[in-house]
């Protein structure tokens, strides 16, 4: 029997439908400018005795850190003498994910303040409704079963977003797959006194190698290429689909250090609260999660009060993947506003190995701009020449008739 | 111990002496095996010593700096904001290197306006007393 097609009809077919099934197969990167988005929405900021205003008037406890939301569970019944709620008010009880050393003892009052500015903390109750609502915080370290991990919740009338868990496993060691963001709030440089603000930034770096558990303390896995520095202990970390696959904690040595920082993948916390037998955990994890959509959108719309930052501040920052202390931060600035183009949004690269396509490219655009700066200097020193070589001939002129006469 | 056995003794010590020199060649000089020059952990036959030398003796990148992590791993990749750092600084050098000489030629050519402009004086002084003669002969 003759079939009803023929080839090429075939063909046309299998490549359309190659069409259709390839992107959704193929993982979506997102953008620096949208993980720093979902980054801003997701991180907080956990201090001691963490009061309102605290960290935008540079107030805050020296040794705070960072957080990131990846529970929520709104409409439940969290506490104990909760007012008498209408059935249309939501509230939402939410837990943070951060390092052990970052909240030290389960015994102080950690508050933590969100991607709009608000602090929630054991002290400072949350109002429902215009009444103080009584809450029992839950605070879990994992120290003692040897990882650098704790959880402690808050709860709000307020939806916030949750990152989404990602297989930290699906990363590979390799460019350009292997690109990660850490976001967090870094300590403010101590030698400056007017520019004692805490940022939060999102920097960009790339997996360099994994690790066993175990052979890290603290049961750090992950290492990377980037610099950090304390108070980004605890910040979360997001692979190219703005999806959580680890916690970071530890850096290089003193300040910002060299070498790789280093971060506990996320599947170590899910085998965690899987194996917790006393069932102290309220919720469940598990691996893939799809991505909040309001986790974007919220970071997108509280940009200021998210990163700490006026739009005067910002504009004067330019550069958003580098520490204000890092000492490489002066040379990037320099380059970046002769000749250096960004990565992408407001991030440099800074901490990307650099392929020889992409150090030709920036060379070249440097070089440019030099050959252009000895170019000018040099045509305004020919035209003072030329000038002065009229004026000689003049001068020639002069000297010749006087000799006729 | 006799005079003989002394001077045996000196004997083979030299052929030793002459010996090591012939067979490794080693050169008494200052960038010799003896006095090998190193930076960050490298030393003079190491491949990119020469070029990191020089950006830290004449271009100024700090020793601190490419010296990070305790030594310079030529093998290791860089990440962006380190080529930038060796980058910025080479290119700020030059930049002043050129600002300086640029600075030298400027005043040479204002040293020359100057002189041109003392002689265009003393000329047209000239060219004044010269029109000046002749009506001085009239009277």
């Avoid at chain 1, 939501?90 to 102080?108: D, G, M, Q, R, S």
């Avoid at chain 1, 175990?214 to 950090?228: H, M, S």
């Avoid at chain 1, 020889?356 to 305004?380: H, K, T």
Wanted: aromatic share 8%; glycine share 8%; charged share 25%.
């Amino acid at each position: 029997m003759k079939s009803k097609f023929n080839i090429p009809v075939w063909i046309v077919i299998v490549c359309f439908l190659a069409l259709i099934i390839k992107p959704v197969l193929s993982q979506e990167y997102y953008s620096y400018e949208k993980v720093d988005n979902i980054a801003r929405g997701t991180t907080v900021l956990i201090g001691k005795n963490l009061e309102p205003e605290q960290v935008e008037n540079a107030e805050e406890d020296e040794l705070s850190g960072s957080g990131v939301i990846i529970h929520r569970d709104c409409n439940t019944k969290v506490a104990m003498g909760a007012p008498d709620l209408e059935d249309t008010t939501t509230f939402c009880e939410y837990y943070v994910l951060t390092n052990a050393h970052v909240i030290p003892t389960e015994k102080a009052d950690y508050g933590i303040r969100t991607a709009d500015g608000k602090v929630y903390g054991q002290g400072i109750n949350p109002t429902i409704s215009g009444k103080k609502y009584d809450y029992n915080r839950q605070i879990n370290r994992y120290e003692d079963k040897g990882y650098d991990l704790a959880i402690l919740s808050f709860i709000s009338d307020i939806q916030y977003p949750i990152a989404a868990f990602g297989n930290p496993d699906n990363i590979p060691t390799k460019k350009p797959d292997n690109i990660l963001h850490v976001s967090g709030w870094a300590q403010p440089p101590k030698d400056s006194k007017k520019d004692n603000k805490r940022y939060r930034q999102t920097l960009i770096g790339e997996l360099q190698e994994r690790m066993s558990p175990g052979e890290i303390p603290g049961n750090y896995t992950l290492a990377y290429t980037l610099r950090t520095k304390t108070g980004i202990s605890g910040g979360p970390v997001f692979n190219r689909q703005g999806e959580l696959i680890g916690i970071h904690g530890k850096g290089s040595g003193k300040g910002i250090g060299e070498g790789p920082t280093y971060a506990i993948d996320i599947k170590q916390f899910i085998d965690l609260v899987s194996s917790d037998i006393d069932k102290k955990q309220k919720f469940s994890v598990s691996l893939p999660q799809p991505l909040d959509p309001l986790a974007m959108t919220f970071g997108k719309s509280h940009k200021n009060s998210g990163d700490n930052m006026t739009e005067k501040e910002r504009k004067k920052f330019v550069i958003s993947d580098i520490l204000r202390d890092d000492d490489r931060r002066e040379s990037v600035e320099y380059l970046a506003k002769k000749c250096l183009t960004l990565y992408e949004g407001g991030a440099i690269g800074a901490g990307l190995t650099n392929v020889r396509g992409q150090f030709s490219m920036d060379l070249n655009s440097c070089m440019n701009v030099y050959e252009g700066l000895v170019q000018e200097n040099v045509a305004v020193q020919r035209e003072k020449l030329d000038k002065l070589t009229k004026q000689i001939q003049g001068l020639e002129q002069k000297l010749s008739a006087l000799n006729k006469k | 111990m006799s005079k003989k056995k002394w001077k045996l003794i000196s004997w083979l010590f030299a052929c030793l002496l002459t010996a090591l020199v012939a067979l490794f060649g080693v050169p008494f000089s200052s960038n010799g095996l003896l006095a090998q020059e190193s930076l960050c952990g490298l030393n003079s036959t190491e491949w990119s010593f020469e070029a990191i030398k020089s950006m830290v003796e004449r271009y100024g990148v700090a020793q601190k700096f490419a010296c990070s992590g305790g030594s310079f791993q030529s093998d290791n990749p860089d990440v962006r904001a380190d080529i930038a750092e060796w980058m910025a600084i080479g290119l700020k050098h030059n930049e002043k290197v050129l600002q300086d000489n640029i600075q030298v030629i400027s005043e040479d050519i204002e040293k020359l306006q100057q002189l041109y402009e003392e002689i265009d004086k003393e000329i047209t002084i000239h060219q004044e007393t010269h029109r000046k003669v002749p009506v001085r002969g009239l009277w």
